[in-house]
C-alpha cells in the first residue's frame, strides 16, 4: 500500500539555526499537506501544496512539492523556540471507501537557547 | 464555532472495561475519522466516516468499533479494553476526502491499567 515516510526522527537543533524535514511518497501524490502538533496539543494544518515544484511561504517556513509530486520538504529559517513541536505532512490515498489522508511518521523538532 | 470537541479529555480503565469517545463538530463536514497517536508511531487511522451513516475500517481497527448515527457525530467505542489500548486518541474532521484540510479535535487520553 501507499506509504508516507519522513526523515528525520527527530532534530535538536540551536535557537537560530535552519531546519529541513523530508518527506517522502512511494506513488504520486495529488497534493501534500503539512501539520503541527505542538507539545500536549493536537496536529494543526500549516499548508497545501497541489502544483508539481510549487514553492509556498510562511514567515520563516518555506514548504516545496518536488516535481515528481512524490516528495516534499519543509524548511524552517533560524528557528524559535516557538517552532518546537512535531510536524507532519499527509497524501491523499483513494481506496473503496473513499479518498483520505496518510501521515507521515512525523519529525519531531527541538530547539534550544 | 467550537470546531471539533472531544470527551473525555482523561480516562482510566481497567483492562475489560469498555468505553465510548464522543466526538463533535459543528462545521457541517461530511468526512470525519478516529486516530490514535503512540511515542513514535505517528498518527494511526482507527476508522473513518465519509458520511452520516456510513463507517469505515482504518490502519488499525481491531478492538474498536463506530457509529455515526448523526453528521455531527462520530463514536469510537472500546468493547473491552485491553492495555495495548493506552494512548492518545485524536478526532478529525474535513469537509471532504483527501484534498481537504483536517480539523482535529484536542485529544483524548487514555490509559487501561
Known amino acids: 500500500g501507499q506509504q508516507v515516510m519522513q526523515i528525520p526522527q527527530y532534530q535538536h537543533v540551536q535557537e537560530g539555526e535552519d531546519f529541513t524535514t523530508y518527506c517522502n511518497s512511494s506513488?504520486?501524490?495529488?497534493?501534500i499537506q503539512w501539520y503541527k502538533q505542538r507539545p500536549g496539543g493536537h496536529p494543526v494544518f500549516l499548508i497545501q501544496l497541489v502544483k508539481s515544484g510549487e514553492v509556498k511561504k510562511q514567515k520563516r517556513l518555506t514548504f516545496q512539492f518536488g516535481e515528481a509530486k512524490k516528495n516534499s520538504s519543509l524548511h524552517i529559517t533560524a528557528t524559535q523556540t516557538t517552532d518546537v513541536g512535531t510536524y507532519f505532512c499527509a497524501g491523499p490515498i483513494l481506496t473503496g471507501g473513499g479518498n483520505k489522508l496518510t501521515f507521515g511518521t512525523g519529525t519531531q523538532l527541538k530547539v534550544e537557547l | 464555532n467550537a470546531g471539533v470537541t472531544q470527551t473525555p479529555k482523561f480516562r482510566v480503565l481497567k483492562t475489560g472495561q469498555s468505553m465510548t469517545l464522543l466526538c463533535a463538530q459543528d462545521m457541517n463536514h461530511e468526512y470525519m475519522y478516529w486516530y490514535r497517536q503512540d511515542p513514535g508511531m505517528g498518527l494511526r487511522l482507527i476508522h473513518y466516516s465519509v458520511g452520516e451513516g456510513t463507517t469505515a475500517k482504518g490502519e488499525v481497527p481491531d478492538g474498536y468499533n463506530v457509529s455515526r448515527l448523526k453528521k455531527q457525530n462520530f463514536l469510537l467505542g472500546l468493547e473491552s479494553a485491553a492495555p495495548s489500548q493506552t494512548s492518545v486518541y485524536f478526532c478529525?474532521?474535513?469537509?471532504?476526502?483527501?484534498?481537504?484540510?483536517?480539523?482535529f479535535g484536542p485529544g483524548t487520553r487514555l490509559t487501561v491499567t
Open positions: 478529525a474532521s474535513s469537509l471532504s476526502g483527501g484534498a481537504y484540510e483536517q480539523y
Open positions: 506513488t504520486t501524490l495529488s497534493n
